[in-house]
């Protein structure tokens, strides 16, 4: 909350206070726990309270700010203008103390060692997810740099990974920042319409022109940038892809200006601009045609990010309504006490708790697919449906903490105000939920037969599940005989494929997360897991819509009602 909000002055632990990531994280990735405890227990504790201070105060009084002035030390700058982005004080400390903390330099920090561990990404990942809690400004930064960072690590030539990426992975508070620019006006999602041209240079670099139209972390020190070579064909196999330095060797700032930072309507903190790029220096990072698949691999990356900051918006308007709700008296009683509040509150619980086993699922395979190929096809199909479903539920979940906490939600003073406005980022970044399900149907249609991938998977998680959680299989075996039959639809009829992916991939991201959820449950006996699987499946697996309440069943059980009063929650 925001130094005005009731619970000001108490202090918080984001890490510490999450049962539920320590469950997952004990029963799957049980040496994060052994060695990064107390990290990640230091990084709630900041999160939680430096972080959400300074995001408060830089979203509402500080946001960042362009200057510029002609260059006048390069004679053949030809008026050029020299831009500078200024981020206040709070900011740029919580930015480079991101990186302090281990978030992407951990990855690397015995290398190449860390990289054959089974968990060398997940605590990054799960450093995201709280970090995203307090501020998605500074998430999103940060984000690019560990994408520009794992790119050069597995895909640049060895001189310009041994160049560069020592200066990304450091942990002493002066690691280098990243950006990946691919969007330009006229093609957006449609990358391969770029316009940028790479010229290429006597010594083997290239001088590339051309205007970026949507660059996140404007003031990056090195990005990755797309671009078509002389002589390269149109479309995606056309393109190359660069390493652009903010300064080359010689300290000189790069051939390229910010023209404008975008004035969006949230995530105010980050500096968001147009870049035109004027003969910039760019390093060939890959050739036509790998450019553009090899900076997919950063988009995967940074999808991957994308889905744990949305449950973090998920899990932050949770636990602020859950609070509220507890303390907000209304008609002679606190608002928690009626059932319809009770309700909103354990969807809101559920449709989290879904989302956070969707996405370290996804973060887990990151990490297995970066030691056998062949879990590629299931990382990126995993990705696809974690990006879509998370970044959707983060919205809604946004708006309702408004709405329980009604006018003061709606107000500045309070966090929910700018936890929604950073939220409507989560569905555009890194592609929409159309982009998501478009990729979605070239895997299940596509050569590696991804579509029979997850019917084997589904179906093997639910062979499994027994004891009392048994009960709920039926519902999400029907849900996949469906599936199976659209799926054989979609094989015989493709054409019709682009008409029905978004139906398909709501199917299969409502499967995934509900089978995930009674995965988790039926392991241990977990009687609040059990609880919220059994409400997320009758919530989205339940009666048809407009069929009315069913009133045979209670709306609010004396059990989940217990489990609501014992829930953490900032009071």
């Known amino acids: 909350m925001n130094d005005q909000s009731p619970a000001a002055g108490r202090r918080r632990n984001f890490y510490q206070g999450d049962s539920s990531l320590q469950y997952w994280l004990r029963r799957h990735a049980s040496e994060v726990v052994q060695r990064h405890t107390p990290r990640l227990t230091a990084f709630g504790d900041w999160v939680a309270n430096n972080v959400d201070q ?12 362009l200057t510029s002035k002609p260059v006048l030390s390069d004679p053949q700058a030809d008026g050029m203008l020299m831009t500078e982005v200024l981020h206040n004080p709070a900011y740029a400390e919580i930015h480079r103390d991101a990186y302090r903390h281990g978030m992407i330099g951990l990855a690397y920090s015995a290398a190449p060692a860390a990289l054959s561990e089974p968990t ?21 930064p940060v984000t690019l740099t560990g994408a520009v960072a794992y790119v050069l690590d597995r895909f640049a030539p060895q001189e310009i990974k041994s160049h560069y990426l020592p200066d990304l992975i450091r942990m002493d508070g002066a690691a280098a920042t990243g950006g990946t620019w691919a ?30 139209w949507f660059c996140s ?55 968001t601009g147009e870049i035109e790029l004027q003969g910039a220096i760019g390093f060939e990072v890959a050739p036509p045609k790998r450019g ?117 939600g709606y107000t500045e003073e309070y966090p929910t105000a700018r936890l929604l406005r950073d939220a409507l980022v989560l569905p555009v970044w890194e592609g929409p939920a159309n982009i998501q399900a478009l990729e979605v149907l070239r895997l299940i249609l596509g050569k590696s037969n991804a579509g029979g991938l997850f019917e084997r998977q589904v179906s093997a998680m639910l062979i499994s599940i027994g004891g009392e959680m048994a009960a709920s299989v039926p519902p999400l075996q029907q849900a996949l005989r469906s599936y199976h039959q659209t799926l054989e639809h979609l094989r015989s009829v493709p054409a019709s494929g682009p008409c029905h992916i978004g ?47 069913d009133v045979t069943c209670e709306p609010v059980s004396t059990a989940e009602r217990a489990m609501l009063e014992n829930e953490p929650a900032f009071d």
């Open 54 to 65: 300074a995001a408060a105060y830089t979203d509402r009084f500080a946001p960042p700010i």
């Open 120 to 140: 060398a990404f997940l605590p990054g990942f799960v450093m995201g997810y709280l970090l995203a809690q307090a501020d998605i400004s500074i998430h999103c």
């Open 183 to 212: 969007t330009e006006r006229q093609g957006g999602s449609d990358v391969g319409a770029n316009a940028t041209v790479a010229e290429p240079r006597n010594d083997g670099s290239f001088a590339l022109r051309g205007l970026k």
């Open 217 to 271: 972390n404007a003031a990056s020190d090195l990005a990755l940038a797309t671009a078509r070579p002389a002589g390269a064909p149109g479309g995606s196999d056309g393109l190359g892809l660069y390493l652009v330095p903010r300064r080359l060797d010689d300290g000189s700032l790069n051939r390229y200006r910010v023209r404008r930072l975008k004035d969006k309507l949230g995530t105010r903190g980050l500096a």
């Open 292 to 408: 553009l698949r090899i900076m997919m691999e950063a988009l995967g990356y940074s999808r991957i990010h994308n889905a744990m900051a949305a449950v973090g918006v998920q899990r932050r308007a949770f636990v602020e309504a859950l609070g509220h709700a507890r303390q907000r008296q209304a008609f002679g009683a606190p608002l928690v006490a009626y059932p319809a509040i009770e309700m909103q509150l354990l969807d809101l619980q559920a449709d989290w708790m879904a989302s956070l086993v969707l996405a370290l699922a996804t973060a887990q395979s990151f990490d297995l697919a970066q030691q056998d190929a062949g879990q590629q096809v299931w990382l990126r199909l995993l990705t696809a449906l974690a990006k879509y479903r998370t970044a959707e539920d983060a919205v809604r979940s946004a708006s309702r903490a408004v709405e329980i906490l009604g006018g003061n």
């Open 503 to 549: 139906a398909m991939t709501e199917l299969m991201a409502d499967l995934i997360c509900a089978t995930l959820l009674l995965r988790e449950a039926a392991a241990e006996g977990n009687a609040r897991l059990s609880l919220i699987a059994a409400r997320y499946i009758r919530s989205r697996f339940g009666r048809r819509p407009h069929a009315g309440p």
